[in-house]
């Protein structure tokens, strides 16, 4: 029987490709067809959904990324890890993080990546600064005094993703 939804997807899964060491993947082998990816660079870091359109156009994002749901404890001079941008020629984001308590000004930053370097606005200064170690884009608690632990949320909300 034909109703409105046949042909339609309410959910697609689709497994983690996992590129280590990273090569830029996933493969763009079928020009004409639009893709969707679930693309994890290395195991312990977030998975990022995106999808290519035809002829391997510009990968547009098709999530968000978010810490978990559970508020992730981090001791004052520490850092911990939101994504490595190894294989993404190009990423535009924007990054929201507060901690659970409220005890420190929240942030809210832009991030450009241009496939080698980061350019992060406004995240240098504070209580909670996002920062980069190579292509490992970092949030990091600055409290005083040190051990202070900050319980962190965040959201990377991605505007634009490009790969090879």
């Known amino acids: 029987m034909l109703t409105i939804n ?3 997807h309410n959910v697609v899964t689709t497994p983690a490709f996992v590129d280590t060491p990273p090569t830029g993947l996933p493969p763009t082998t079928i020009a004409n067809e639009p ?3 679930a693309f994890q660079v290395t195991a312990p870091l977030t998975v990022l959904q995106y999808s290519r359109g035809p002829s391997n156009a510009v990968a547009t994002p098709v999530t968000s990324l978010h810490s ?3 508020a992730i404890p981090v001791l004052s001079t520490n850092s911990i890890n939101v ?3 190894t294989g993404l020629s190009e990423a535009i984001a924007d990054v929201y993080v507060y901690d659970a308590a409220f005890t420190a000004i929240p942030k809210y930053v832009n991030v450009y990546w241009n496939g080698t370097t ?3 606005q406004g995240g240098a200064t504070g209580q909670i600064q996002v920062l980069s170690t190579g292509n490992v884009l970092q949030i990091k608690n600055n409290t005083n005094p ?3 632990t900050l319980n ?3 959201s990377l909300k991605l505007i634009r993703v490009q790969v090879p």
């Open 152 to 154: 962190i949320f965040w």
């Open 83 to 85: 994504l490595d941008f």
């Open 35 to 37: 893709r969707f990816y």
């Open 146 to 148: 040190p051990g202070a």
């Open 118 to 120: 980061f350019n992060i």
């Open 6 to 8: 046949n042909g339609k």
């Open 68 to 70: 978990t749901a559970a």
